[in-house]
């Protein structure tokens, strides 16, 4: 079985979000993002992130019913 999914670095999750890659990471080490460690490495999952960003929206009342 091949796993097609890329996890991304710090650096990639900061990019998407349009955020410092220091607020990246502490996003990730304070569980904000939910991450994937692999040895010394932290990575997010596109699905994750994905999640997070539905997740952080804020909806006015009554638009979005």
């Known amino acids: ?5 890329k996890l991304l670095t710090a650096d990639e999750v900061a990019e998407v ?10 996003m990730m080490r304070l569980q ?3 991450t994937i460690t692999i040895g010394k490495n ?4 596109k699905d994750d992130l994905e ?3 539905s997740q952080s929206r804020i909806h006015e009342k009554g638009l979005n019913d």
Do not use: N
């Open 42 to 45: 932290v990575r997010v999952s």
């Open 51 to 53: 999640s997070y960003i």
């Open 17 to 26: 979000l349009g955020i410092s890659r220091s607020k990246a990471y502490k």
């Open 32 to 34: 904000e993002i939910p």
């Open 1 to 5: 079985m091949i796993i097609e999914e």
